[in-house]
């Protein structure tokens, strides 16, 4: 390998210095620009010798003195922040097969942040619809955040990646949590590595989303309306809240002013919201929705079954052990 960890490096078509972070493979780098980290293949980069070298020395002229209030503010840099919104990437990783033809052996995951937002998020990908690895972390304004490596051939068992961010800074104006999912085919996948070799690109990528939703106007829709009026439903769901599969009950995730509240009061509170997120999934036509109640004494547990035992939209639920919430959880699946 011709470059070694540490390395400075002059990128070929901006000719801008960077360090050697990462050996992906005898073909492609990682490397660091202030700050920013992208991979690079071997042949796009050189030592920056010769350019130091082969450079004119500049005089710079004295300056007279500046103060603070007259200085000219510099622009952020937008070089790196060609696309809006957040993206899940993908980096392949290349080896040779016995016929010395490249294969991809692994895919490196990515999720890159192209807002200034700071977005928490809780991150899990399922194969064949179970759950095979979950994280919790942050990603910060022009970042990009590296999840987890993939074998190729598992890549061929539906990979389903699901995301629920939030703002770190919260904004009332805008949603308390948003709900991202992206699928991927085998077909749609050699496709996207087709053209990004055709490309000379070292990545692909898919968009989470643009921006980050406004907080809606709640409508929840009165399924016992008496009346015979028919609802729009496609008219509603644009004022609902973003769906939510997974629900938490615990009190303080719920209000932040819940200490000194007698336990009639905070069941009523938690009763409520299970109500309201309820209906929010019928109206979102969700197929099942996760209740975290926890276990304690097991009276929140016992009131929400009672409940779903009188819906009707309701086809099953279970109170089973979950990886994620043990026994504190109960999954709702629902019959439309």
């Not at 490096?9 to 960077?18: A, F, I, Y």
């Not at 980096?91 to 192209?114: G, T």
């Not at 200034?116 to 619809?129: P, R």
Request: aromatic share 14%; glycine share 4%; charged share 30%.
């Amino acid at each position: 390998m011709k470059y070694q960890l540490g390395d400075i490096v002059l990128l070929l078509h901006s000719q801008e210095e960077g360090e050697v972070v990462e050996i992906i493979n005898d073909k492609m780098v990682l490397i660091d620009i202030d700050g920013v980290r992208f991979p690079v293949y071997i042949d796009q980069i050189d030592f920056p010798y010769f350019k130091r070298f082969s450079e004119k020395k500049i005089v710079i002229p004295k300056k007279e003195k500046v103060y603070v209030d007259s200085l000219k503010k510099e622009e952020a840099s937008k070089k790196y922040h060609v696309h809006s919104g957040v993206w899940l990437s993908f980096l392949p990783v290349f080896d040779k097969d016995i016929f010395e033809d490249d294969v991809v052996e692994k895919f490196k995951i990515y999720l890159l942040n192209q807002t200034n937002e700071a977005y928490d998020f809780l991150y899990q990908i399922k194969f064949k619809g179970s759950a095979d690895f979950h994280l919790t972390n942050t990603v910060l304004p022009f970042n990009e955040f590296y999840l987890h490596d993939i074998p190729f051939e598992e890549m061929n068992d539906a990979p389903k990646f699901d995301f629920d961010f939030s703002l770190v800074n919260p904004n009332k104006k805008k949603a308390s949590h948003f709900e991202a999912t992206f699928k991927i085919k085998a077909k749609q996948l050699f496709r996207n590595i087709e053209e990004m070799k055709f490309k000379n690109e070292p990545t692909f990528s898919f968009i989470l989303f643009e921006k980050y939703p406004d907080q809606s106007e709640e409508v929840i829709p009165d399924y016992n309306h008496s009346h015979g009026d028919l609802y729009d439903l496609s008219k509603v769901k644009q004022k609902l809240e973003p769906a939510r599969s997974v629900v938490d009950l615990h009190i303080e995730k719920l209000t932040e002013n819940w200490k000194g509240l007698s336990n009639f009061e905070i069941l009523t509170i938690q009763l409520s919201n299970f109500e309201r997120f309820y209906q929010l999934a019928i109206a979102h036509r969700q197929p099942n929705l996760i209740v975290i109640h926890g276990i304690g004494t097991g009276k929140l547990r016992n009131e929400i079954h009672e409940i779903l035992k009188t819906k009707k939209e309701v086809r099953t639920f279970a109170n089973q052990y979950h990886r994620d919430f043990g026994f504190g959880a109960t999954e709702i699946f629902f019959q439309y």
